[in-house]
């Protein structure tokens, strides 16, 4: 998984937050990409997604933007891998 997001986006640091709670480690478990404006992440966002705009998830071949959407997804692909959160 790849979190695309900026340190003081308070959407991203809700997605950051969960992905903590829940025990996930960046670098082990997704990766944090840096998608301030101006950087290649955020390219790479509008390009993928379509839409210049961050947190934005993507886990194969999905692809989402919304906060509590892509916390609410995490959390279910872990209790299908038996991972209780």
């Known amino acids: 998984m ?40 955020r390219d790479e966002v509008l390009r993928l997604g379509g839409l210049s705009q961050v947190p934005f998830l993507v886990d194969g071949d999905i692809k989402m933007y919304e906060s509590r959407d892509i916390v609410d997804y995490v959390k279910s692909k872990m209790q299908k891998l038996g991972i209780v959160t």
């Open 2 to 41: 790849k979190l695309f997001q900026y340190d003081t986006c308070p959407y991203c640091a809700f997605v950051r937050g969960h992905f903590s709670e829940m025990g996930l480690k960046e670098g082990k478990d997704y990766e944090l990409v840096e998608a301030s404006r101006g950087t290649p992440g």
